[in-house]
């Protein structure tokens, strides 16, 4: 089994940051692929950003693209989200998910999730 815990959500003006941390426990390797994901009230969830090992590198969704790195500190499976510049549209629950799998944008490709941490951003 594979445990997942977002931390770092919280309320945030138009333009400011926060940093999401996923901390990762189980049967997961540090070249695991490690997504996070958001979902709007009534919206689907949509895939941010990916990444899995060390020589692999992350991937985004073009709307976070150059706004929130994704990154990993294999010493404390953790994976990092630092949301830079972040807009009212994006008020989300953020999840953290990972795969023993390959990497994917896709959120049926994930068999493990967090319980979600919510973002909101106020204009």
């Known amino acids: 089994q594979v445990q997942l815990v977002e931390s770092g959500g919280g309320s945030v003006q138009a333009g400011g940051s926060l940093r999401l941390a996923c901390v990762a426990s189980?049967?997961?390797?540090?070249?695991?692929?490690v997504a996070w994901f958001r979902q709007a009230p009534g919206g689907e969830r949509e895939f941010v950003a990916a990444i899995s090992g060390a020589f692999s590198p992350p991937y985004y969704s073009d709307s976070v693209k150059g706004r929130f790195p994704i990154s990993r500190d294999s010493a404390k499976s953790t994976v990092y989200l630092q949301m830079d510049r972040l807009k009212p549209e994006e008020t989300a629950v953020y999840y953290c998910?990972?795969?023993?799998?390959?990497?994917?944008?896709?959120?049926?490709?994930?068999?493990?999730w967090g319980q979600g941490t919510q973002v909101t951003v106020s204009s």
């Open positions: 189980g049967r997961i390797s540090n070249i695991s692929p």
């Open positions: 998910a990972a795969t023993l799998g390959g990497t994917s944008r896709y959120a049926r490709s994930y068999e493990y």
